[in-house]
């Protein structure tokens, strides 16, 4: 089994910043992206941030210059760097990554979702 636990949201003023971690642990061979989405009331899920095992990085418009994505291949974690938060930043962050087990099977795991609440 692999699983995926986040951690890091919460309530932040607009302005402020968070880091978010997700941690892949289990049955794991290889870890290939790894990503963030985020899924605000009313909104389909979309891609924020991802990067690959080799450290190239990819942002949503939204988020350039603001947020960014890095990863400890060692500890199998991906963070979320996010600066200058607005309240349309308020969201569930959930992150995935694409593994490759130690039965060598492909798959994509997501993480259970953290809340990220940007308000005054």
């Known amino acids: 089994q692999v699983q995926l636990v986040e951690s890091g949201g919460g309530l932040v003023q607009p302005g402020g910043s968070l880091r978010l971690s997700c941690a892949a642990s289990?049955?794991?061979?290889?870890?290939?992206?790894m990503g963030w989405y985020r899924q605000a009331p009313g909104k389909e899920r979309e891609l924020v941030a991802g990067?690959?095992?080799?450290?190239?990085?990819d942002y949503a418009d939204s988020v350039k210059g603001r947020f960014t994505i890095s990863r400890d291949n060692a500890k199998n974690t991906v963070y979320l760097q996010m600066n200058s938060l607005k309240p349309e930043d308020t969201a569930v962050y959930v992150c995935?990554?694409?593994?490759?087990?130690?039965?060598?099977?492909?798959?994509?795991?997501w993480g259970q979702g953290t809340q990220v609440t940007v308000s005054s």
């Open positions: 990067i690959t095992s080799g450290g190239i990085t």
């Open positions: 995935n990554a694409h593994i490759l087990n130690t039965r060598f099977y492909n798959d994509v795991y």
């Open positions: 289990g049955s794991i061979f290889s870890i290939n992206t």
